[in-house]
């Protein structure tokens, strides 16, 4: 732990974010890259004719994952985050390896589910969380964001060129590959996690207890709507671009690229408000307003090239900072000894989102039309912000330094530290005899604290 006031992220943060963001990379690669070219595959396939099918099969991976999430996540708060992490990216390749051999689209679907029985995103997130302060967390969720957002870009020019050359079933084997990669990167580069006795001193909270915390389903319902959104776009946007621009499936990446990199550069400024100027809540509405705003210029625009790619860049823009600022929300408020169980729920609706997306924008799609899955995405934009707006701001957390005297007895101390008002964490260092805090500044006193410590109040 770091003293006070430090402004830079450590080598420690800094390998955490990159190896993290890396295996969630390869991972979103494997999913990403059957996107542009899925739809086209499966109309050559027994089923595949079928739009809804077709929209299941893209969502497919959300549901088994929406059922796994909260098991893993709980799992990784007893077991360990790493060994959870493995596991569940050995079933992904076999969802990858199952989907390869699949004569038809049910078998397709049956291996997406088994893809999505790899739910490990919430014990990646936890353990992105374990090694981040709050100072920083915000910046690592967002550099996991990034990687997403690079890799959904790379994947929609690289996804055409490799159906053309190894099929779809070389791309789901690809896949498997890539997930075996993310195991060594687990293995060898992530830093190791703090241990799991950690915070054996508090006491236990029951599951009921976060799933019912009315902050936290604030924040749950926000990344169930947000990936809802998202996929249900991407089953219409494709045909919108063909038809207002005539652009060719195999050349949506020159649309696709400029404008989730150019994305990344205009979020850069808001992160760094909502750090730095602690104000994450009114960025977190202000991007609500921005996905509003783009899912209304979708819907009037959709006829309009430009105006699909200007609404397009609206919507990625406000899609990376909520990715960011959403899981760094939810590690923030949910107690440190069930972190793992909250990120599960979290991520159990994030799944939940995207089955629901690709559900449902392929059954609008098909019986009503492009125009009611974007009437859908800004009724629900709404919603969120409704429910948005009665959010509490996340509490000013600031991490602080104190001497401990040479006559305070050292046993126990962490334990009576932490049972401090306002004491979210405590690192006792014997042999210097410090004490480092990460402390609550609402409501924080520093008179008992200097007591304990053998210091006059």
């Known amino acids: 732990m770091r003293s006070p006031g430090s402004e830079k992220m450590t080598p420690l943060e800094k390998r955490a974010g990159i190896s993290l963001a890396s295996i969630f990379a390869l991972r979103m690669l494997g999913l990403f890259l059957i996107l542009p ?13 079928d739009l809804t099918l077709v929209g299941i099969a893209l969502g497919a991976y959300g549901l088994t994952q929406a059922c796994l999430q909260i098991a893993f996540g709980m799992a990784s708060d007893r077991y360990g985050r790493k060994r959870v992490i493995v596991f569940g ?12 051999w699949a004569p038809d689209i049910y078998w397709t679907i049956a291996g997406r589910c088994i893809q999505g029985a790899g739910a490990i995103s919430a014990a990646v997130t936890a353990l992105a969380a374990d090694l981040t302060t709050d100072a920083h967390r915000t910046k690592v969720m967002a550099m996991i964001g990034s990687s997403i957002g690079l890799v959904f870009a790379g994947s929609l020019v690289a996804a055409p060129l490799l159906y053309a ?4 079933s070389g791309i789901f084997l690809l896949t498997a590959v890539l997930a075996l990669a993310a195991i060594a990167v687990v293995l060898w580069v992530v830093p190791e996690p703090p241990p799991l006795d950690l915070h054996a001193h508090l006491p236990k909270v029951r599951f009921a207890q976060v799933l019912g915390d009315a ?15 998202q996929v249900s776009m991407f089953v219409v946007v494709p045909a919108a671009l063909i038809q207002s621009g005539s652009l060719p499936l195999p050349e949506h990446w020159k649309v696709y690229l400029p404008v989730v990199l150019a994305s990344f550069i205009l979020m850069v400024p808001a992160i760094i408000v909502a750090e730095k100027k602690a104000r994450m809540k009114q960025v977190f509405l202000g991007a609500i307003v921005l996905l509003f705003l783009s899912q209304v210029g979708l819907l009037l625009g959709r006829r309009d090239f430009l105006a699909i790619v200007v609404m397009l860049l609206v919507f990625f823009v406000a899609f990376n900072i909520l990715e960011a600022t959403l899981p760094s929300l939810i590690s923030r408020i949910a107690p440190p000894q069930a972190k793992g169980a909250a990120l599960g729920v979290y991520n159990t ?26 009437a859908l995405a800004i009724g629900l934009s709404v919603i969120w912000l409704l429910v948005a707006l009665s959010m509490r701001a996340p509490p000013v957390i600031a991490m602080r330094e104190y001497a401990i005297k040479p006559h305070v007895d050292l046993a126990g101390l962490r334990a009576r530290l932490v049972g401090l008002p306002g004491v979210r964490d405590a690192v006792v260092e014997p ?9 609550n500044l609402e409501g924080w006193d520093e008179g008992p604290l200097r007591s304990l410590l053998g210091e006059a109040s």
Not at 431 to 439: N, Q, T
């Open 37 to 49: 070219v899925f739809a086209e595959y499966a109309k050559h396939i027994p089923g595949g004719q």
């Open 89 to 100: 990216l050995v079933l992904f390749s076999i969802g990858s390896v199952v989907a390869a």
């Open 165 to 168: 050359a190894i099929g779809m």
């Open 215 to 229: 902050q936290l389903l604030r924040l749950n319902l926000g990344i169930l709507l947000l990936h809802l959104i």
């Open 349 to 374: 609706s994030q799944a939940f989102g995207l089955f629901l997306g690709g559900a449902l924008g392929g059954w609008l799609a098909k019986h009503i039309g492009p125009q009611a899955v974007f």
């Open 431 to 439: 042999e210097k005899r410090i004490a480092y805090l990460k402390v």
